[in-house]
């Protein structure tokens, strides 16, 4: 595999992304492309990253303060810092990773509305509230490598796991193992397309030679027979199992395309190959906040937790930020309100936090700010004595997809063949959010045992140690999952976004094309780093 | 999920396997699968396994020679070793484990033919040369469960792996990824399907309903256009990513129809579903030799190692067993003849080596045993100094699929994102198996790394530090992958090789229909116990 050929991408980041008048990511490595018909994805080395030596001594380290200690923020912290910059990061949380946040035994949380609950886990069991899984190809990975984050396989993918669908056709509320309606719809479209395809429906359309070889792989994907029938294959699994003595085994009857279709299972089977969910995925051993704390490790003394933003202020000079501290962490006093000074400020408060704090932001900037609403979502995560989905049911990873208000039920990707599990009982969007949201925390949890039960039985609900909820909407600083743009916004108010106001960079997921994913947050940074720092070199105090 | 219903499992067991007159594997659980639809596959608790108490005192238990310390041997030993039979297990290698072996710093090998290695790997890299992965459903999870055997996936697929096909189509020559391959298949042919519907040519097959909902599955499984048309969709990736700023990416252009089957790489999906290689598969951390080792460890004093089998004789009062012992190990003479004798025998020695040990067998047994031919199969274990695999091309894990005569490489399944990584450069059958294991050590190697270059380019060569490469058919005490029936054989040397043959039993992979995997051998390990025990259970003996 040859480099990138750097002319070939400074050419694309100047057509690109010239509107922007910044140091932004370079993508593309078109002559990989051209060479193997496989670009090799972002790379943290495509980015215009500030190097050690740029500023001469460190004697002309700008200050920056950064607003959140979230993946964007530590993200920019670290790079900026590297090379001297003096960073400052305020942080409202007593904890590092915002949205990227772990729930562990003893966790504790009071949402928006009062609602409250603390984490009665076992030692050893959390679950991943925020982001959850990392795909190969995000530049997370170039982080978790050089922070020395261990990673793990996360199972997006498990054909074991069920499809459960609750009154719709002949399929309805019956779990069904993946592998037996992928077999099934794929044998039966291969089916039908050797059909036509031998009744010459689709001559027009293919060669003589071309007949024969769709014939073959018709025959091969879809497990037909030799006469192209599908009569049921291996890959569904077996009503008998091959096994050791006299037993070969024996294939159950497939269902048919009527079933199938009514069903509508098979069409979420396209969702698993979709490009940001396809294997492998990945996640840091022993739960995703290793990857802000390792971010954390490296910046010392440089984080002020506790510290709520009130009032973000510049000048052609300098930003000025006013918090008040919470008594806790270093250096913010318990209540009062501080000020701290800068040259530049990077902020990642989510927009409907960062619309209520009063700015010296253009008109255009706060009303973009105000105007993207956020992904209403939300996880119970339900901790079992006994993984009764690996024992008793062979699903050892994945999830199962259903269309009941719970969406999904994941399994955990560690941990297998061991006592105790964390599942995440359900994790939902839209209404479906809102509505588990809206309820107790004792009736959500209810809700989605109810709701588990259908699929597990009442093991689902007789094995629960212990259970932790939340609804990201609701979740303070926060106030959402993830920025919700439509096709008008991105045109428009994301524009304005991405745009420096004055000595303020906005960063994270929602200054991306990668909304909700922590790859989103940390390009981001990086852009944001490129930019200022682009900005510092050409100022007149750094020639030297 | 309720238990199996222990009279229709009984009743599955007599009409079955009844031919064999013994204890044998119960499956199906079929009243789980009349209320799920889903079997639960095979398990533990499905096999008639001799309990405690069933020997009262212990007083009864009688000796049971086992020969082989592979996964049949142990398994055996290990569950008749519970209920208080005296187990002796003698084994020809220093070590546990048999064909489940892993490769490690020091391991040395010598070939039949003289050829000889010592693997010259890093601390802690490996592979698995032997066994390397564990279906979610297969017994062996049972086994890793009750041992305490620590697991994790085994990435058997991976999206971002290629597809590499030399001299055939207009794909030739080129590493693709099989997200694109999958993506543009998927695509081409779902259109094509969607035109016969579009155009009638199916009436007779769907009703309308049915044509509506199979074009609305056709377009989300296909990416297909509102017009039903593929131009390509995000599953196969990007030609520009999605990024942070103003980057919203660019899917590339599809490959047509006649490429994708011109290629021939599409035919190479649907084993990726196969029943014994789809998602989720399992290997224990660290090694697949942990699985035979925590055998070991429950076996204490029970193994004679280096002790090579000579002669097999019985009469009807028991089994008598002529060994040269290596002069290591638990008992064991240097070289000299020695005897062990026994109640019962159980024999799990690979039919191409037991053929050549004078026994007591019928005829017909003696026959069978020399009948059966043994897969040529051979590997290679690169190590590396740099995952350039996962740094440089974004693949982190899974395995390239090719028509070269490496077949496949195989990307390590854990430490993701460190430094070193041991890749199967090889792992092929046949043919290409027996050509490459007739080269030298340093020819096999070269050989696998030209073959790699062309996918992996110049890196592959030079960032090697150490290789070591094996033949089955040429390994000692092996000779041999796994048996090879042809369907006649499986209609009659199969049920002879099943059949005790006075008191000596044979069990291992090949009494099973899922030769090749441990699985296999564990089934037939518990027949053959569970066998034994029912007749000493009615021997008068032990009525008491």
Redesign the interface.
Known sequence: ??KPNKNMTRR?FLN??G??GGA??V??A?DT?GL???????MKSDFNLPKKGDLPNGKNGKTIIILGAGIAGLCAAYEMSKVGYNCKILEARDRVGGRNWTVRPGTTETEIGGVSQTAQFARGEYFNAGPARIP??HIT?DY??ELG?????F?N????A?YYRENVGALAN????K??I??D??GQ?SE??A??VN?S??DS???AE?KE??L???R??G?LNANYQYTGS??R?????????????KV?DPYT??QL??SGM??S??GE???NQ???M?QPVGGMDAIPKAFEEQLPGKITFGAEVKEIRQSPDGVKILYTGKGKGNGAGSGNLREITGDYCICTIPLPVLTKIPADFSSEMQRAIGSISYATTGKIGLQYKRR?W?????????MTTTNLDINQIWYP?SG??TQKGTVVGYYNFGNDAVALGDMSIAQRQAHALAQGVKI??A?YKKELEAGFSLAWHKIEYSEGGWANYSASQ?QNEY?TL?KPDGRIHLAGEH????TGWMS?A???A??AVGTIHEEVMKSPSVAS
Chains 1, 2 share one sequence.
């Open positions: 595999m040859e694309d690109q992304v509107r922007l932004v990511a993508f593309g078109m492309l193997f018909g496989t670009p090799t994805y972002a190969q190809h990975m978790c490598r984050v261990p990673l793990e396989i199972t993918t498990n054909e074991h069920y019956t779990k069904i193992r592998q037996m992928k077999a719809i794929r479209v039908l397309l059909k036509a009744q429906a689709l359309e293919l060669s071309d070889r769709i073959t792989y018709l091969g994907e497990g291996s890959a699994g077996y009503d008998i199992f091959p096994a050791a003595g006299l037993e070969p085994g159950g395309l009527n279709l009514a098979p069409n089977i396209s190959y979709s490009f396809q294997p492998n990945f009764f690996e024992e008793d049911e062979r699903v050892y990873g994945g990707s297998y063949g597990h039985g093991n991105r524009v991405n200054l991306s094309y990668m989103g940390i390009e981001s990086l852009i």
